[in-house]
């Protein structure tokens, strides 16, 4: 469904600089999950990611006229707050088990 | 372009100027009002020179008195987020104002000037936005103590505030239906029919549950009692704020006095009209004073609640939020929806 | 006046990038979410600057109010100590961060400054027609939502349900 209009408007920003950022957020968060040890470090730099890959979706939308780009992005957080709430609910379980967030010491099926 | 900053600016310092002394005149009517219901008289000795003046400087020595408190930060506190919290507690509550309208346009200088800041196109939704924020200082403020009973009470205040929201935005969309838009402006504009009567409480009477929600939902937000729980004085000392002093707590308690005010703004814009009343058309000036009176009422009902009704126990809190008021303002927006579906 | 544009995404853009850099310098996990707090206010300013009014508010009102409230409220439940990053076993993979994320920048400068590549567009639509439907607003999401892409809305209420009723069984102690 998208709104064809019929004049446009210069912009003193052009696309590619919100899609650059939007890419260096992407690549600081997947430096994240690398770099930190702590479960719950890991998980915010995931929400990181996705919120890059959010403001790609709407900069599109907005240079573009077309609405899909921001319904995905509600989508796309709705998403996230299921992924949050499940996920930190594994977290706590493997907390009370193993009383040590380090995903190191994780590593097996056994305690 | 700059003339546009400048009105904006100008605004902004007037209604932020209008809004601390109403909050220090809040704190004094509370306790005028509290003292009326407890057949006694308030503050009444505090005036200038000889003059008693029914006590109405009392704001003005009680904000000396804090600003010459010694400012204690706890040896073992994290003292950024210690410093942090009470700054996170009060600018949400400050922005809220920017989207209310006060009136409708007077005439100053030569220039129509609009009696409201800005006018968002999601105006509601911005301060909704505000008041999950201010969720923060309190849980932080609670955390950053180090002290059981700080972060207990943050965490219960903080669990009590966020389960309240919900109650509070089902609410507001059952009005939406009614209004069709989230701009507080359009909202109070679509009220000015019939000599300036015609208020959403008023054209749609089934929006009186809703309005009981709301006010009960915001009472809850603004940890006001009966959900005052975690803040209470015989319990848990004093909750979030027991390690604070002098100015950080002020900004603690102006923020809640401001939460409180900005509910009941809320609540007369979405259900009272705002600025709207008789004759508003041919004197301009009369809208805020409406305005003002309408606000008024709504914080008189919720100091009335205050020294009328017991306290509620949490667990009973969150009961009755989760339970009682979630289902019924989903309850609300059907029969809203089914009203307009047959008005339409 | 446009060189507001510019400052004020300048602006924008370097709060949420110091952010997401503090998210990995703390080695507290809370510091790392108040972090993460920021960087979503900034998106959102961005998200304003970009005619996407409604999704701007529901990012604070659902992602900086509630996601970010669950993820303190779980570090403070837990206690969560501070990252100790001399004691870790598996040192290697830092650096092999490194150059992984200098591979992305380079990707990414090739892709996006390349002259002979359409991407730099710098004319955005006005709204036209009325402005209250304009693309972005909640009107317009609103529509689109219901009649457009119904199904994917459905879908996640059906995926909201199941993440509800998952985190309440993980979450539970034994013998409530």
């Known amino acids: 469904m998208s709104s064809l209009a019929a004049n446009k408007r210069k912009t003193m920003v052009p696309l590619s600089w919100y899609l650059a950022l939007s890419a260096l957020l992407f690549t600081i968060g997947a430096v994240g999950v690398f770099i930190k040890r702590n479960a719950i470090t890991i998980f915010l730099c995931i929400e990181l990611m996705l919120n890059a890959v959010n403001l790609t979706f709407v900069a599109l939308s907005g240079f573009f006229g077309d609405v899909g780009g921001q319904l995905f992005v509600f989508i796309v957080m709705t998403v996230a707050a299921a992924e949050a709430a499940v996920g930190l609910a594994i977290i706590i379980s493997i907390f009370r088990n193993r009383e040590s967030l380090n995903v190191d010491e994780v590593d097996s099926l056994k305690l | ?344 | 006046m446009e060189r507001a544009e510019r400052v004020l995404f300048i602006i924008f853009a370097i709060t949420a990038i110091a952010s997401a850099l503090n998210i990995l310098l703390q080695r507290s996990p809370l510091y790392s979410a108040l972090s993460l707090i920021g960087t979503l206010l900034s998106l959102s300013a961005l998200y304003l600057t970009l005619h996407a009014q409604f999704i701007a508010a529901v990012q604070i009102v659902v992602y900086a109010g509630a996601i970010m409230v669950l993820f303190i409220f779980v570090i403070m439940l837990l206690n969560v100590p501070k990252d100790q990053p001399q004691i870790e076993k598996q040192k290697g993979l830092r650096y092999l961060a490194v150059p992984f994320a200098g591979v992305m920048i380079a990707e990414m400068f090739y892709v996006f400054f390349d002259n002979k590549r359409p991407i730099r567009l710098s004319s955005m639509p006005m709204p036209s027609g009325n402005v209250d439907q304009a693309v972005g607003t909640t009107w317009n999401i609103g529509t689109a939502l219901f009649t457009d892409y119904l199904l994917p809305f459905e879908v996640t209420s059906v995926l909201i349900l199941m993440a509800v009723v998952g985190a309440m069984v993980l979450a539970r102690r034994e013998g409530d």
């Not at chain 2, 372009?1 to 209008?18: D, G, P, Q, R, S």
């Not at chain 2, 929006?207 to 729980?229: G, Q």
């Not at chain 2, 979030?240 to 814009?269: C, P």
Request: charge should be positive; avoid cysteine; aromatic fraction near 14%.
């Open chain 2, 1 to 344: 372009m700059t003339n546009l900053l400048l009105e904006w600016a100008i605004k902004t310092i007037v209604i932020l100027f209008i809004l601390v002394t109403a909050v220090a005149y809040v704190t004094l009517m509370e306790r005028k009002v509290m003292a009326f219901i407890q057949l006694r008289v308030g503050p009444n000795r505090v005036g200038v020179g000889k003059f008693r003046l029914w006590g109405l400087m009392q704001p003005l020595a009680d904000g000396l008195k804090m600003i010459f408190k010694e400012d204690i930060i706890p040896l073992q506190a994290n003292r950024w987020l210690y410093v942090l919290a009470p700054a996170l507690s009060l600018i949400p509550a400050l922005m809220t104002f920017i989207v209310i309208p006060y009136g409708s346009e007077i005439t100053l200088f030569g220039r129509t000037i609009a009696l409201h800041v800005t006018s968002f196109n999601v105006g509601l939704l911005y301060v909704l936005a505000l008041t999950s924020v201010g969720v923060y200082g309190i849980v932080l403020a609670g955390w950053s103590s180090n002290n059981k009973y700080s972060l207990l009470g943050g965490l219960r205040s903080s669990a009590q505030m966020i389960s309240y929201e919900l109650a509070l935005g089902l609410s507001i969309v059952s009005v939406l239906l009614y209004s069709g838009t989230l701009d507080l402006v359009s909202i109070v504009n679509a009220q000015g029919g019939f000599h300036g009567l015609a208020w959403n409480i008023f054209r749609y009477p089934l929006l009186i549950l809703v309005f009981v929600i709301f006010y009960i939902s915001s009472l809850a937000e603004t940890n006001r009692t009966p959900f005052d729980l975690p803040e209470a004085d015989s319990e848990l000392v004093a909750g979030y704020h027991t390690e604070y002093s002098s100015m950080k707590f002020v900004m603690f308690q102006m923020a809640e006095y401001l939460n409180l005010i900005t509910a009941s703004s809320i609540a007369t814009t979405l259900f009272f009209g705002g600025w709207n009343g008789p004759s508003v058309g041919r004197f301009p000036v009369l809208g805020p004073i409406y305005f003002s009176i309408k606000v008024l009422a709504m914080i008189f009902l919720a100091m009335w609640i205050r020294y009328t009704v017991p306290r509620f126990r949490y667990d009973q809190l969150m009961r009755f939020g989760w339970k009682f008021l979630l289902p019924a303002s989903i309850v609300n927006i059907i029969i809203s929806a089914t009203v307009i579906l047959f008005l339409r």
